[in-house]
């Protein structure tokens, strides 16, 4: 007979929470997270067995496992609502001191991102007049310095530390000794893809061994995600302090823009990158909360979006006459429909069984490969009229990616909703794929200068 107390499904959920909680660290693996669970679930069953009921036995169950692993006493600490924290509380000196050290290794990280992008200044190469070369260089200013927070912090070998270092060395050398055009075709494309390619050795970086695991890679997904929303209210507050300061200053007579110009362009974001890497790391258990929200919040807002673009072309016949300009708006847009789905696929539960908000998705991924249909037969339009260019044969390359990558997803996840697939399969499809767009990423920066003559 089930002690009262505590339901087995009500059990469960909460094993299923510590799970997910461990899951989302960066230092185990998923074999090790099973061993940790069949640990628990094993002093649960000794401690039903002795006369408690299930809701004393799995606290007393994280208690004994919080004296052996220090990353349940993480967990208990962080649900402060629940009655865990009494139960696994344990000295806070080591964790706080370690807080502080990568606190102070971050500030660290990000005067010396900073500083980076000030340093060609001082050479006088100023951000009003030498664009190409900032434009060209603001990778470097800004990943190497997060890719080493992540090395020092996840304690990569040297061996890793020196492939990724050959990485971001390679690419410096390339971006630096191909012969561009200014301004060019190629030499844009280049610039705009080369951190697309880098993302990668960040990636590895954040993850370690574990970028081999989807678990790891879908973890870095989600700081991806959880970065650019940290960074887009970092840069919403500097610029409202910005534009306060500018008015504040006017007001007694002194012209502050000129500071703003020389130090804030070229310093405020690179810092503000590297502060909000910190953040999603040091406030993981909040930003955990806001994912679903965002996800759940978004999905029907572009999906909708898609279908207005659906219906107007439909009604207009315009689908194979738009112009470039809003070509590129549309690739955009499912660049970030993409985004999306990649974020609501890590804030998920990945046991929790089929629901409305995943037809939603699907419906989602439905619009979204339709519009890259149209968007693929505008390109191939423009190609037939105006012949190859570097901007148009890119439109096309990433078109037909994200064509395949769709068109996966929406297989795997109606196969999902009919049960006739698991969640795991699409997961694995959509982090299989980082790698492809680094790839075609770094093709993009190498290869298309030699093929369109550097123009």
Partial sequence: ???TGHSP??????????????????????????????HLRELIDSLIAGGLTADEAFLVAVKRMGAQDALSAEFAREHSDRLWKQLVAVPDGEPAERGTREALMAFGCAVGAAALAKLPALFGI???????????????????????FFAWKRQLPAA????????????????????????????????????IALWLAVGIAYAGP?????????????????????????????????????????????DIEPFFEEWIAPCGPTGALIVAAWLVEAKQSVVENMAPVLTRLFTPLFTIALFFFLGAVIWTGQGLSMER????????????????LLYSLSARDPHAPPGPFDVLQLVLVLAALATDIVALAAITNRIDQYGFSPNRVAALGENLLLLVNLGGSAVLSLR??????????????????????SGWAALVVVGFPFLFGFV
Avoid: C
């Fill in 1 to 3: 007979m089930e002690p």
């Fill in 9 to 38: 499904a009500s059990l469960d959920s909460s094993i299923a929470q510590w799970r997910e909680y461990l899951r989302r660290r960066q230092t185990l693996h998923t074999v090790d997270i099973a061993e940790l669970e069949d």
């Fill in 126 to 148: 100023d951000l009003k007049t030498h664009e190409s070369f900032y434009l060209r260089h603001a990778s470097f200013f800004v990943l190497p310095v997060m890719a080493g």
């Fill in 160 to 195: 890793t530390i020196r492939w990724l270092a050959a990485a971001f060395v390679l690419a410096l050398v390339v971006m630096n000794t191909l012969p561009f055009t200014p301004a060019g075709n190629t030499e844009i494309l280049a610039s705009l893809h080369l951190p």
């Fill in 210 to 254: 574990r970028f081999r695991e989807v678990a790891g890679r879908m973890d870095f997904i989600r700081f991806s995600g959880e970065l650019f929303i940290y960074f887009v209210l970092i840069a919403l507050g500097g610029g409202l302090l910005m534009a306060i300061s500018a008015n504040i200053f006017q007001a007694i007579g002194i």
């Fill in 325 to 340: 300009d809003t070509l590129l708006v549309f690739d955009l847009l499912l660049a970030v429909v993409v985004a999306l």
């Fill in 416 to 437: 999902f909703l009919l049960k006739e697939g698991t969640f795991a399969r699409l997961e694995r499809w959509q982090t299989d794929f980082l790698p492809v767009y």
